[in-house]
């Protein structure tokens, strides 16, 4: 339904690193939004723990050229970089699937089938930002929480590889909206889980090809740069840099 | 007339040799008569009969067909379910390239197979006078000769040092 | 010894290239030597020391070329080194005079190392190529001179001292030593035959050189294990100055450009290009030099069988670094697949595919061709083709960037090449110096194959011993002698 | 000086002498053989237990976790797709290159190479997620919803060439068995002679038919090289075309692991063969000549192979990136790795190839077991450290770095792999004979010797 859409929106997430105080609001609004299966101590202590949005936390040191025995920790700081897929224009997980389980639709979105997916974990391997999530056991739920499964969610189960999809499903209803109202979607339409439930608006989520949208303004930023850039993955997700005295440390992550 | 089979069994290859030169001389050419042995030995060392094979054909011919079909399925697949994966082009020819390769060999080589198989006249159900010894060792002289010549065939294998010497019923 | 027939036959047969195909069976007969050593050793004497007309006009052609091209090289030398385009070209040759006649004695190495009889005609003639290894080491000297210091940009050399010039000198001077070397004791029994059979300057030179070689077991022992030796040092040593060239003339040049196969892959057209040339010059030897009756199809046939599976691996090599970048997608790989496949040396990369792999597999693959000598010739001649065009691409190319992003060589992700360098295409003066650089290979080639015998005299005897003919119930058959 | 055993006097000493001494198992087996092959059974029964309990439970029960998405299967898969290829170097190329010393070895060898490919063909799919469900993996079947395989993934790549390999390999060993199956049918009685009836398929041995075998052999040798290298380079491609991993991401990969395939496969078909030989009393056919000849022979590949796995470290550590040298300073300075690397570099190479320039290890039979036995180790570890660590240090995002062990699931696979291939081989050896009987005699044939001087030199004729 979506695809006599024109012209078809591109779904673009800006982070603002500057904003973001690690506070985790965003990761438990997508475990409640997405039936994201429960962290216990003993799959996290796995580390196969699902995090479709997770906050990387890196320790930055006052000078990036010392060893650590050298820090003065008095002066280290944390910085947060709020982690999600990619949506890469050329996602490096998607040519790897032998079954097509994940590929590139018409919105820029890098979409996974469960239906298909037979759990190579190929794509996981392939992917630069690690924000692929395996199943490696049958997802359970405590009785009293499965009342709270999202409906609109599929639960995946076991075997099968899983990920953002920029909740998807309000994408859809957003569209649905849209066209309802015969208009093109415009800000407000789509709020993914993580961007509603941010205190601090360091998430924005919108339609990049729309000239009036808040993502379009702020993609041109001057802060603005995108992951891992160098190696040609085309992430549909904006990073603004965060603004201190250590800019130099962004190189950390390149 | 009715031709039937003489088949002698010689200790060495020599004596076949000798029986088999003698056989000429009784004016029977070099294709009423095969030699059978229990290993191979080199091209023309019995002055035998070697017509053609044409074994060379079958590997490009199968080649050729392995090649079009995985072309078609490759091309055809990724055409039929046009979806994007990591900015890649639907007809993606390195990739197909592979498969396409595969395919091209794999057909070779099974037509090669068939090729040997129908070549060497095989599978032969029939398969005629046969001596056990010949996979000891011993050398066979399979003869091809009209009904009214076989005692004097059986006579020069045996005068050539045949240790055996049978014929059809 | 079980199914012994009749003696051994004693037929003799005076061998011309043609004539085992007359031989009555239908099935193929390699040729077996069986005229006396002393006719051996004259004939190959007499032709190794005739010059005839032509012989001399071509001599004096190349030399003249090489002498031009030196002219030019002074005047464009004026100007300085500062610039890699207008040395690009002298690259290129020298390049293509490595990867062919420098590389040929590795033909003789490996053969003689798997002890194969057909190629015993064969193996001085890719020997005598090295002495075109003198020519090159002259080209080369300007050309590291032209290379920047490996201090601040990503080299293999990471932080060695005095690299890459140091290294890059001493390699190829070890690697042209190691094939003059390999030439000489290969050749010192035959210099003991000039010395005792030769006339005028060679009888002299060759007493100089073969000095005191009567041919006691020791001696012979000596050579052979020599000869093992160093064809074991050779080789190892041509693969690492192949990786060495090829990562500090070309990966180092072009930013971002990592590609751990490329050493190999040129190190590999290296080897085709080898055989290439010594089926080229024992053709040459068989139509023109008057060594009839000592060169036969078999090595033709022998030979072509290698080329074809190098010819193979070429592409394979190639094919195999391509799929890595192809599919990775990373901005300096497609730039790099622009530059040297997609867009702006285009022209001779398909000249390379069409002459290094499609006319060799396509020819080569049906068995009557390889088994005739003038098939085999015409693939070597597209290979040695198909090289010039490809050097042509790797090193112009290379230096084209290296002027276009001097800035950039010390970056890890250079990124895409800004914009994607035009074409760099030869001038006269380019084209005079590569003409300079073939015409001094050349002419010292043929000045070489006049002194040392192309036809090594005590292998072909030696082969003699070898391969006799005996009978086998009712046919003919050769009968291959294994000493170890 | 080669050591050539006289057979016997007249053909008929020879060839039922052969017969006898090759078909040993096939006819009368000993008690020894069923015990081995029981106890392999065992370790195999084990092994199959562990794989239910893994579908049954899910992949949670290996060590495997997010980054180190691939672990021991895949490491296996590798390993054993690199074994098998030892059979068609071996035979394809000593036949092209007709070493007459190649005779005995080919069958073992290509023997080893199926059973080997069966095996490895088995942990890509055991290690899906959802391994009943991977029949679309592979095969375009659905027309209905018109859904098929991804083309450009190498995963399809792979089946495509496995599958290639494993028939062109099967149909290689079948034809050259057929002259054989002949011979047992002559020397068996009752149900087995009427099977090898059918098997034979009436083969009796006239000019026609081994002109035929010996020109198929040459053929077919030709014609499955090019798959073979094809096959272990696409294996490679599963790894060289992750451009997130850039340990994997290397040009080099695919003749590195050919090369490093030929290297562990050939010490596998030498190790194979002296026990065989041991087990099966083919002193006279497995002599000192055939094992220092495959010595020589892995000299040169081991050293081959080298090269490569030293270019392979140049080229990616030369550009000094940071998640690069994170990767090898772990590779080479963090335990266990380390360690994993120091036994790997040592067996794999610095051990076995210096004793191989000793004649006298090459041509002791106890030398090259142990020698051989040592490379796979090294080899086995070196695709345990070209996957795991790769994945374990991906990018520069270093908050997910990770390490990996395995579960006793997985390496109670891992043994079971190689308890499996052994029976399979006994198994076999049961039914065919595991050196070509023809191919021996016909060496007896061509063998010959010629003085020169007071010398008697060994020859052989040839037909070309």
Not at chain 2, 63 to 84: D, E, Q
Not at chain 3, 202 to 212: G, P, T, V
Not at chain 4, 328 to 347: A, D, G, K, N, V
Request: a positive charge; aromatic letters at 12%.
């Amino acid at each position: 339904m979506a695809i006599e859409r024109k012209p078809e929106p591109k779904w673009t997430l800006v982070v603002d690193a500057d904003r973001c105080s690690g506070c985790q609001a965003c990761v438990v609004a997508c475990q409640a939004e997405n039936n994201v299966p429960l962290n216990t101590d003993a799959i996290f202590n796995q580390k196969r723990a699902h995090e479709w949005i997770r906050i990387e936390r890196y320790w930055v040191s006052d000078d990036p050229e010392k060893r650590p025995d050298e820090i003065d920790f008095s002066k280290v700081k944390a910085k947060f970089l709020p982690l999600m897929c990619q949506q890469c224009e050329n996602a490096p997980c998607e040519p790897v699937c032998p079954v097509y389980a994940t590929y590139h639709n018409d919105q820029g979105l890098n979409v996974q089938v469960y239906n298909r997916c037979i759990g190579t974990r190929y794509c996981a391997n392939n992917c630069n930002y690690q924000v692929r999530f395996f199943n490696f056991w049958e997802p359970v739920w405590p009785e009293t929480l499965r009342n709270q499964l999202n409906p609109d969610v599929t639960v995946r189960s076991r075997g099968i590889m899983e990920k953002c999809t920029f909740c998807v499903q309000r994408i859809r209803r957003g569209i649905r909206t849209a066209i309802r109202e015969d208009r093109d979607v415009r800000d407000g339409d789509v709020t993914p889980a993580c961007v509603q439930s941010c205190p601090t608006g360091a998430l924005t989520f919108g339609n990049i090809k729309d000239e009036k949208s808040a993502v379009h303004k702020l993609a041109e930023d001057a802060r603005h740069y995108r992951l891992l850039e160098e190696q040609g993955t085309g992430p549909n997700v904006v990073y603004l840099k965060k603004v201190d005295t250590h800019a130099a440390e962004d190189k950390g992550h390149e | 007339m009715a031709k039937k089979q003489v088949l002698g069994v010689f200790k060495t290859a020599d004596n076949a040799v000798m029986a088999v030169d003698r056989l000429n001389e009784a004016g029977f050419t070099n294709k009423d008569w095969t030699v059978l042995t229990g290993s191979p030995y080199p091209e023309g060392a019995f002055g035998e009969w070697m017509p053609k094979h044409r074994l060379y054909a079958f590997p490009f011919f199968g080649a050729i067909v392995g090649f079009t079909v995985a072309i078609l399925v490759t091309a055809g697949t990724s055409v039929a379910n046009p979806l994007v994966t990591g900015g890649k082009p639907i007809i993606a020819v390195p990739a197909m390239a592979v498969i396409v390769y595969e395919g091209t060999m794999l057909g070779a080589i099974l037509m090669t197979i068939i090729g040997v198989i129908f070549e060497s006249r095989l599978p032969r159900p029939l398969m005629g006078l046969y001596d056990e010894r010949i996979t000891e060792g011993y050398v066979g002289i399979d003869l091809n000769c009209p009904e009214d010549r076989i005692n004097a065939a059986e006579m020069v294998m045996r005068q050539s040092g045949a240790v055996d010497v049978k014929h059809q019923k | 010894m079980r199914r012994k027939t009749k003696a051994m036959s004693s037929t003799t047969h005076n061998t011309h290239a043609a004539h085992h195909e007359a031989e009555g069976e239908h099935h193929y007969q390699p040729q077996v030597l069986t005229m006396p050593h002393a006719q051996v050793t004259q004939d190959i004497l007499r032709a190794s020391s005739t010059m005839g007309r032509t012989y001399k006009l071509a001599l004096a052609l190349f030399g003249g070329l090489f002498i031009a091209g030196f002219a030019v090289f002074i005047v464009r030398a004026r100007d300085g080194f500062d610039t890699f385009t207008s040395w690009a070209y002298l690259m290129a040759t020298f390049g293509f005079i490595f990867t062919t006649a420098m590389s040929a004695p590795i033909f003789s190495v490996t053969q003689r190392m798997v002890r194969s009889h057909w190629r015993r005609p064969m193996g001085r003639s890719a020997e005598v190529l090295s002495v075109a290894g003198i020519v090159g080491a002259l080209m080369f000297i300007p050309l590291v001179l032209l290379l920047p210091n490996a201090d601040n940009r990503k080299t293999i050399w990471m932080t060695f001292p005095g690299a890459p010039h140091v290294y890059e000198l001493a390699a190829l001077i070890g690697i042209v030593a190691l094939g003059l070397a390999i030439l000489y004791v290969s050749a010192i029994p035959d210099l003991a035959a000039i010395r005792d059979h030769g006339t005028g300057w060679r009888k002299s030179l060759a007493r100089r050189l073969a000095s005191s070689f009567r041919g006691t077991p020791r001696e012979w022992k000596g050579i052979k294990a020599m000869l093992m030796v160093l064809g074991v040092l050779y080789f190892l040593f041509l693969i690492g100055v192949h990786t060495m060239i090829a990562s500090d003339f070309a990966l180092s040049l072009v930013p971002g450009w990592k590609d751990a196969i490329f050493p190999a892959w040129h190190a590999i057209s290296g080897l085709q290009s080898a055989v290439a040339c010594t089926i080229l010059v024992t053709f040459l030897l068989y139509k023109f030099g008057g060594y009839k009756d000592y060169i036969s199809v078999d090595q033709f046939w022998g030979a072509s069988k290698i080329m074809l599976a190098l010819s193979l691996l070429w592409m394979y090599f190639w094919l195999s670094g391509f799929m890595i970048f192809w599919y990775g997608r990373q901005p300096v790989e497609l730039a790099v697949i622009k530059l040297f496949f997609a867009e702006s040396y285009r022209f001779p990369w398909a000249m390379a595919v069409c002459l290094n792999f499609a006319v060799p597999f396509l020819l080569l693959i049906w068995n009557a061709a390889r088994k005739s000598m003038i098939a085999p010739t015409i693939v070597s001649c597209s290979i040695l083709l198909g090289t010039f065009f490809d050097r042509i691409r790797i090193y112009v190319g290379s230096f084209t960037v290296a002027d276009v992003r001097a800035d950039a060589l010390h970056e890890l992700h250079a990124g895409p090449l800004l914009e994607n360098p035009p074409p760099h295409l030869p001038g006269t003066a380019d084209v005079f110096m590569i003409l300079g650089g073939l015409g001094g290979a050349l002419f010292i080639i043929m000045l070489a194959i006049k002194f040392f015998p192309p036809i090594s005299i005590w292998e072909v005897t030696e082969g003699m011993l070898y391969r006799r003919k005996r009978r086998f119930l009712k046919r003919e058959i050769m009968v291959m002698g294994k000493p170890d | 000086m080669q050591d050539r055993v006289v057979l016997g006097k007249t053909p008929q000493e020879v060839d039922s002498r052969i017969n006898r001494e090759l078909l040993t198992n096939v006819l009368y087996t000993e008690r020894r053989y069923w015990m081995i092959v029981g106890f392999l059974a065992l370790v195999v029964a084990l092994a199959g237990g562990a794989i239910g309990y893994m579908i049954n439970q899910g992949i949670g029960v290996t060590g495997l976790h997010r980054p180190v998405f691939w672990g021991f299967m895949i490491t296996n898969f590798v390993f054993w797709v690199g074994i098998s290829h030892a059979g068609v170097m071996l035979s394809a190329i000593l036949r092209l290159a007709q070493a007459e010393w190649r005779r005995p070895a080919t069958r073992a060898a290509e023997i080893v190479t199926v059973f080997a490919l069966m095996t490895a063909i088995l942990f890509p799919i055991l290690h899906s997620g959802r391994p009943w469900r991977t029949m679309y993996w592979a095969f375009p079947y659905d027309f209905a919803r018109g859904i098929f395989p991804n083309v450009r993934s190498p995963l399809v790549w792979d089946p495509t060439a496995i599958t290639t390999y494993l028939t062109s390999s099967i149909m290689f060993v079948v034809v050259a068995l057929i002259p054989d199956f002949a011979v047992m049918r002559d020397r068996t009685k009752g149900v087995a002679k009427a099977i090898y009836r059918v098997l034979a398929m009436g083969w009796r041995g006239t000019p026609r038919q081994w002109r035929l075998q010996i020109v198929a052999g040459f053929l077919l040798s030709a014609l499955i090289l090019p798959v073979f290298v094809s096959v272990h380079s696409i294996v490679s491609w599963d790894f060289g075309v992750a451009q997130s991993v850039e340990a994997w991401h290397s040009t080099v990969f695919a003749p590195y692991f050919v090369i490093g395939a030929v290297h562990s496969g050939v010490s596998a078909v030498v190790t194979v063969m002296i026990i065989l030989r041991w087990l099966f009393h083919w002193e006279n056919y497995i002599t000192k000549d055939t094992i220092d000849s495959l010595g020589r022979l892995l000299i040169v590949v081991a050293t081959a192979w080298f090269f490569f796995f030293v270019i392979e470290i140049l080229f990616s550590i030369y550009t000094l990136e940071d998640a690069e040298l994170a990767l090898r300073r772990m590779q080479l300075w963090e335990s266990p790795y380390s360690w994993l690397f120091l036994t790997f570099i040592l067996t794999g190479y610095f051990i076995p190839v210096p004793l191989w320039l000793f004649k006298n290890v090459r041509r002791s039979f106890k030398w090259m077991l142990i020698t051989t036995i040592l490379v796979n180790i090294g080899m086995w570890i070196e695709r345990f450290l070209i996957i795991v660590p790769g994945l374990a240090r991906k990018q520069g995002l270093s908050f997910s770095w990770s390490t990996y062990h395995p579960s006793i699931i997985e390496v109670l696979m891992v043994i079971g792999s190689f308890a499996f291939v052994s029976m399979n081989i006994l198994l076999i050896s049961k039914v065919v004979p595991l050196i070509p009987l023809y191919d021996v005699k016909e060496g007896e044939i061509l063998k010959d010797e010629f003085k020169i001087g007071k010398a008697t030199i060994p020859a052989t004729m040839r037909e070309e």
